[in-house]
């Protein structure tokens, strides 16, 4: 039979990936498990009958299903969701052919107290919800027979975490086979000692296993490709090693020329190949993207990236990804990022915990440097089931499997050991605090290591005192900035958390020139506020241990010792829900609310933190007659900024060293407000906000309109309530019906308001100043989605999403 050339080619490729599977195969391990939320002791059992359990895919967070309520014991802290028990078993087969290889299970986050079976045998138990583990599955195999998996997850200790944390497996599962040859499981480690604009020096560290039962001799190598594809280095001159049974560790150097080097404006990324072969046979390959990127701390000038000075602008986050609680997905994870992004930011501290590892991919290829956290509390506890019970057996073991995790990201710049730890009050904390960083170095001395501290006098910060630490890192207490340098001679400061600033999008209260400390100290746990328990988003809102965003940010610019900020924090996180208690059950801290919609003070920073032109002006134009309102503007590229109402100029005004806004206090006339920015007398940019009338029609916009059919793609739907002329009717609270049909289903929703009781997988919802989000996900089929939204007395919208290959 004559084969054509198509034809040809389809085989020499499955051949290729036949033959990639027999070295190493990484396999998702996510699809196809079944669920029981509730506790069967009988459920390790390999015969255990789970026909009647729900079939899901990972990841899965079981808590964020259920509705809001103040009874659970995780209390408003963790967000008014349940914990509880819960169990997912598996159900799969491995070839005969893989009997003579190694196969594990790696897990990248079980939230908390995961045990593991394997065919019912018992393979161990992970305290830590934050951390990535893995188990050795081969010698409890059946192989051409079914296997059965089983994960058992107790999260019924309450109260544990002081934000919502979720429940389940909520991060990516993987089951990798190799041969008893083989690299192990984060066992290349690559970093890039000596950069400059003719060549880079690549040091690449390999761990290898041998499981056999003799030595073995085989050629030990990596290729360097560039963001093409395209090889550019090789240490295939230096091959032959000899694998002793058990394993070693060996390193070698390669060298590329005219480095590209990974930067915020282009994180450059290249792959290296690591392989290795035996009598000419290739049995193992793994591939480790990296970048190239020198940085450094200067006790008197900063941060420098590359040798170029950069001030860090950087938000803090928690995990969890709004609606969708802590699943990760990578389609929700990179809309946050790009927003982020599109403020300004150049940086994240991942608060107060290890982040799954696929965002740390994102990052890389966005270009965000991240600040990597360990613990949120060593022994002494903050909640009373929290990781304290578990430090002394499990912190070696989860500290440093965080390490080999990221330590090959060229995003991750920093390790923090913890944050606000109580121990350092006292001298244990300088004891703990060594062994921490050496436990950090003893695998990683490329990056610095910090720890969020709280008391900024040597003195009294026991911390600090071990003299472990590489950059200071200090919470909040801004009037303080000035003296650190005399206090600490010689070392290197990042704000690691600052504001703590309240805001509810789309509120607004007067004046707006009188600074509100909600709570007002550490005795008054709750305020009374506002009947709608909402916070004014003027930027005058604030715990008493924080201060404006405007405070924080001339403050930390003010001085060129301070690398940076993270502002605390990027999003509303779910948990937290400071300054109110039930039914709030979500904070009001972030810069962006948890649907995604930016707050007012998003403009603050992009106006600071880019060089795109800004002009934002609020708040809306719907007010009772004899109101006076205050009218903000921020914006940048521009002298000035002329407000006019209703056509007649009200005056221009000017930033000062000290205020980052202008604002102008109007009697209120329904009608149009307009700003105008200017620089040298020309206009740069101008915005209007008219009076709203009625709402008249339901808006849909998407954030993408084409999803990929693999059951995970999320579309971001943004609903607006607007009146003839399509404008958002501000105070347009009104009841919508979502329905989604077709290739997809609606994975979740929202309005950004932090009192909104109402599950978030829920379809009738409620729009919060006018405004609310729909989540839709694909199937894995293709096809139309189409999304339906009602609401009284309006007609109905669609929106139609379409799923492809």
Not at 285 to 306: C, H, P, Q, Y
Not at 746 to 772: H, Q, V
Request: proline share 4%; with cysteine; hydrophobic share 40%.
């Amino acid at each position: 039979m004559k084969l054509n050339k198509h034809t040809l080619l389809v085989i020499a490729l499955l051949l290729s990936l036949f033959s990639t599977a027999q070295v190493r195969s990484v396999v998702d391990f996510n699809n196809g498990w079944k669920f029981l939320l509730g506790n069967d002791s009988l459920a390790s059992n390999a015969n255990y009958n789970d026909a009647k359990w729900r079939s899901l895919n990972l990841p899965h967070d079981w808590s964020i299903e259920s509705n809001f309520s103040s009874s659970f014991p995780a209390t408003n802290q963790g967000g008014a969701l349940p914990g509880g028990i819960g169990w997912y078993r598996k159900t799969f087969t491995v070839p005969a052919s893989s009997a003579d290889k190694k196969i594990r299970i790696e897990f990248d986050g079980v939230y908390k107290n995961s045990e593991v079976w394997i065919n019912g045998h018992y393979l161990g138990k992970r305290p830590y919800g934050y951390v990535n583990f893995s188990y050795d599955l081969t010698p409890y195999l059946n192989y051409g027979k079914p296997n059965v998996l089983a994960v058992k997850v107790d999260n019924s200790l309450q109260p544990d975490s002081r934000w919502y944390s979720g429940s389940g497996i909520y991060r990516d599962v993987k089951l990798v086979t190799t041969s008893k040859v083989a690299i192990a499981e984060a066992g290349v480690f690559i970093t890039t000692p000596v950069i400059n604009q003719s060549k880079a020096t690549v040091s690449i560290q390999y761990t290898v296993t041998n499981t056999g039962k003799q030595n073995e001799i085989v050629n030990l190598y990596t290729d360097v490709y560039d963001a093409a594809g395209k090889k550019v280095a090789t240490s295939k001159n230096i091959v032959k090693r000899t694998i002793p049974v058990g394993g070693y560790s060996y390193a070698s150097q390669l060298q590329i020329n005219a480095p590209i080097l990974w930067s915020i404006a282009k994180p450059y990324l290249y792959k290296a190949v690591t392989r290795i072969e035996r009598n000419g046979q290739l049995i193992d390959e793994v591939k480790t993207t990296f970048g190239i990127r020198s940085f450094r701390f200067d006790a008197a000038n900063g941060f420098f990236l590359n040798n170029q000075p950069l001030k860090i602008q950087g938000v803090c986050m928690h995990h969890d990804l709004g609606a969708l609680g802590a699943a990760y997905n990578h389609a929700a994870a990179k809309r946050q990022l790009t927003i982020l992004k599109e403020m300004g930011v150049n940086a994240i501290r991942f608060s107060h915990n290890p982040p799954a590892a696929a965002i740390l991919d994102l990052c890389d290829e966005m270009g965000f440097l991240v600040q990597v956290e360990a613990f949120d509390m060593w022994k002494k506890k903050k909640n009373k089931f929290d990781y304290n019970l578990y430090f002394d057996e499990w912190h070696a073991r989860d500290i440093q499997a965080m390490v080999l995790r990221d330590r090959n990201h060229p995003s991750v710049f920093m390790w923090s050991i913890g944050n606000e730890i109580r121990e350092q009050f006292d001298s244990t904390g300088t004891t703990i605090a060594k062994r921490l960083v050496d436990l950090v170095k003893a695998i990683d001395t490329t990056r610095p290591v910090t720890c969020a501290l709280t008391e900024n006098f040597p003195e009294k910060n026991f911390i600090w005192k071990s003299g472990a630490l590489d950059v200071l890192g200090f919470n909040y207490k801004l009037y303080d900035y000035a003296d650190l340098p005399k206090r600490f001679p010689g070392q290197s400061f990042v704000a690691t958390e600052t504001a703590s600033a309240l805001a509810s999008r789309g509120s607004y209260d007067m004046p707006s020139d009188s600074n509100r400390l909600w709570p007002p100290d550490g005795k008054t746990p709750t305020v009374k506020g506002n009947a709608d328990m909402s916070v004014s988003a003027y930027d005058h809102v604030y715990a008493y241990w924080g201060s404006s965003h405007e405070a924080a940010l001339l403050a930390v610019n003010k001085y060129k010792f301070m690398s940076g900020m993270f502002v605390w924090s990027g999003f509303d996180f779910i948990g937290e829900p400071v300054p109110y208690a039930w039914p709030a059950r979500s904070s009001y801290y972030g810069i962006v609310d948890l649907a995604g919609l930016p707050k007012d003070v998003y403009y603050l920073y992009q106006s600071e933190w880019t060089t795109k032109p800004v002009l934002h002006l609020f708040p809306h134009w719907n007010w009772n007659k004899g109101d006076t309102v205050d009218v903000w503007a921020y914006y940048n590229n521009a002298d000035e900024v002329e407000l006019f109402l209703n056509g007649k100029s009200l005056g221009s005004k000017s930033k000062t060293t000290d205020v980052l806004h202008v604002m102008w206090r109007v009697p209120y006339q329904p009608g149009i407000i307009k700003a105008v920015s200017k620089k040298n007398g020309k206009i740069i940019l101008t915005k209007e906000i008219r009076t709203a009338g009625a709402p008249a029609k339901i808006l849909l916009t998407a954030d993408k309109s084409k999803l990929k059919a693999n059951g995970k793609d999320l579309s971001f739907i943004t609903v607006k309530l607007v009146d003839k002329d399509g404008n958002l009717v501000p105070d347009a609270d009104q009841l919508l019906q979502i329905s989604v049909t077709g290739a997809g289903l609606l994975a979740g929703t929202d309005n950004g308001f932090p009192a909104d009781s109402s599950s978030f997988k829920n379809p009738r919802r409620k729009t919060w100043k006018g405004m609310a989000l729909a989540i839709v996900q694909s199937h894995v089929k293709k096809g139309n989605i189409t999304v339906l939204v009602k609401a009284d007395g309006l007609k109905q919208a669609m929106f139609t999403l379409r799923t492809e290959d």
